[in-house]
Each structure stands twice: as structure tokens, then as C-alpha cells.
């Protein structure tokens, strides 16, 4: 695993976010839901 990998989560602001905060990674979110649809198949 490199790097950015690792990393993808950190934000380069963290000093303007309010704690607790509920961070949400739209490339992230986008992947994970490709990956469960290839996962479920043509159901």
C-alpha cells in the first residue's frame, strides 16, 4: 500500500472543521457503491 493510499483520508483543513464532525469522501462513496453492485451481480 502507498502513500496516498493510506492517506486518502486526511483533509488539508482540519483546523476549520468542527469536532465531532461527520466527514463524508463523495470518490470514496462512489467506488464502494460500484463495488457492491459488481458484488451483487445482475440480481
Given amino acids: 500500500m502507498n502513500e496516498s493510499?493510506?492517506?486518502?483520508y486526511k483533509i488539508k483543513n482540519e483546523?476549520?472543521?468542527?469536532?465531532p464532525s461527520l466527514l463524508?469522501?463523495?470518490?470514496?462513496v462512489?467506488?464502494?457503491i460500484l463495488r457492491?453492485?459488481?458484488m451483487a451481480?445482475?440480481?
Fill in 30 to 32: 462512489k467506488v464502494n
Fill in 24 to 28: 463524508i469522501y463523495p470518490e470514496r
Fill in 15 to 19: 483546523d476549520e472543521v468542527y469536532s
Fill in 36 to 38: 457492491m453492485i459488481n
Fill in 5 to 8: 493510499e493510506r492517506t486518502w
Fill in 41 to 43: 451481480g445482475d440480481v
